[in-house]
């Protein structure tokens, strides 16, 4: 058990949709990462945060957007849904702002967009 | 372009047989190479994390070898396990700061009885 908590664990939707995923990090761990995987590709980062304030941006579409609350735990925002969309999306945590450190991945939400 | 790639993508082995998974590099410079294991429909797991003045680290029977002259690095598991069964990710951490980490695509092992 990493100790970051990612819900839902599953999620069906149709296209045009938007969903919203919740990471919470573990305890004290200040960034948290979002990822997409989809089905044989490696892990595309998406965007992190440190300590609410946006820190570094991958390819995240515009339709996508995310943010971190005070209390630490973050969303992940999925408008317009496209069937491409449909995907793993993994959320990770470390104590540091920058890729320095050690990385915790949560479980994953497995979206699948109908 | 900052690339990762790993071979071989998929290799199936006898338990308790030992194998050598390769990640060859371009990202340059780079602070710290890792290897992650993540099982199917799993996160991620770090198995070790070398910075670029490290030649080996080990974890178990888990040991990372990282050739920064010839932008190699390799991850050899001694006396597999069925629970070895995952995909293992070799990741690069380029040196430029607010840069993410660079993924591999993996090399998806199969440990039989």
């Known amino acids: 058990d990493s100790g970051v908590t990612q819900t839902p664990k599953h999620l069906i939707t149709a296209t045009g949709q938007r969903v919203t995923l ?53 969303e992940l925002n999925l408008s317009s849904l496209e069937l491409g969309d449909s995907a793993l999306y993994f959320c990770a945590s470390s104590t540091q702002s920058g890729d320095t450190g050690e990385l915790f991945f949560g479980e994953g939400s497995r979206l699948t967009v109908l | 372009k900052n690339q990762v790639e790993q071979s071989p993508q998929s290799l199936i082995i006898l338990e308790g047989k030992n194998c050598t998974l390769q990640c060859n590099y371009t990202v340059s410079p780079f602070s710290n190479l890792r290897w992650y294991k993540q099982d199917t429909g799993r996160g991620p797991v770090s198995l070790t994390i070398m910075t670029f003045s490290e030649n080996t680290k080990s974890n178990g029977r888990y040991t990372a070898t990282l050739d920064a002259d010839t932008k190699q690095s390799s991850l050899h598991i ?11 990710i070799c990741v690069v951490r380029p040196h430029q700061a607010g840069t993410a980490l660079i993924f591999g695509k993996g090399t998806t092992l199969s440990v039989s009885s």
């Open chain 2, 78 to 88: 001694t006396a597999s396990q069925l629970s070895d069964s995952a995909s293992y």
């Open chain 1, 22 to 74: 919740r990471c919470s990090p573990r305890s004290g761990d200040l960034s948290v990462y979002w990822y997409q995987q989809s089905l044989d590709q490696g892990l595309q980062f998406l965007i992190q945060y440190y300590n609410g304030e946006e820190r570094a941006k991958g390819n995240i579409l515009e339709r996508f957007s995310a943010q971190q609350f005070p209390d630490l735990h973050s």
